[in-house]
């Protein structure tokens, strides 16, 4: 059996995808599969191993696992309060801080970088003085008031407020998330709104695809990848379906 063209996969048949048919190499050489759609290319694989093989981009917009989250056994639930385990038995799996070395091929893929969770990675990030903050109004309870991002920008902090907590929120209302750890659209619309002139986002820590979602809308390239086969197929259609819109509105205003 060889091995199967980039493009061997399509689209429609992404969700319905036998993985037992992947050809795999040796750990030295990884193969991985691709999908394209519209100007976003999409990889299912480590990041590791694909981000020496790309081309520099413009600007990088991630949120990688923090690896902070621990597994109370059972329903997965922590206090009685929802986590990551309770929502996806498999976080185990993904849920792993990536190390230094990772984090500077990351940072090394783009000019500039816009990385969440920078405060659990300050370490190896070294400083930043144009931190993003954003201020999730949830309010009185246990839950964080907002995320950081460690950025290159050079400028001052910026804050964007967009309220995300349970049934109270700005954005996407009605919608649950899909991974455990979804941001708005909205918030990575605004990062992207900073790298003005950057015409490819890379995400190398793809998710569900919300940084997809949000350059498609944006009209920028993309780039995504994610090494989880169940979040690569939902980021593919979520993406493909940002895709349809923005299609239709160029179509309605031509």
């Known amino acids: 059996l060889g091995e199967p063209p980039a493009s061997w996969v ?141 950025t290159n920008k050079t400028g001052t902090l910026r804050i964007f407020t967009h309220q995300w907590c349970g049934a109270f929120k700005d954005s996407e209302r009605g919608e649950r998330a899909i991974h455990p750890t979804q941001k708005p659209v909205a918030v990575m619309r605004w990062c992207i709104n900073f790298a003005k002139n950057a015409d490819t986002i890379l995400d190398p820590f793809m998710g569900s695809g919300t940084t997809g979602v949000a350059a498609v809308q944006m009209g920028r390239k993309f780039i995504g990848i994610e090494r989880e086969s169940k979040y690569f197929d939902i980021a593919c259609k979520r993406i493909e379906d940002a895709q349809r819109q923005s299609d239709l509105f160029i179509g309605a205003a031509a």
């Open 10 to 150: 399509p689209s429609r048949l992404a969700a319905n995808f036998n993985a037992s048919l992947m050809v795999f190499k040796p750990e030295a050489q990884m193969t991985w599969r691709e999908e394209t759609i519209g100007a976003a290319r999409l990889i299912l694989g480590d990041c590791r191993d694909i981000l020496p093989t790309l081309p520099r981009v413009d600007a990088v917009v991630t949120d990688p696992p923090y690896g902070i989250f621990k597994s109370t056994g059972g329903d997965g639930k922590m206090f009685g309060k929802e986590t990551i385990y309770s929502a996806d038995d498999s976080a185990a799996e993904w849920d792993k801080r990536p190390d230094a070395d990772l984090l500077t091929l990351v940072k090394d893929a783009a000019d500039l970088w816009t990385i969440w969770g920078g405060n659990y990675f300050a370490r190896d990030l070294g400083d930043s003085k144009g931190l993003f903050i954003w201020n999730k109004l949830t309010g009185n309870n246990s839950y964080a008031d907002g995320e950081c991002a460690f």
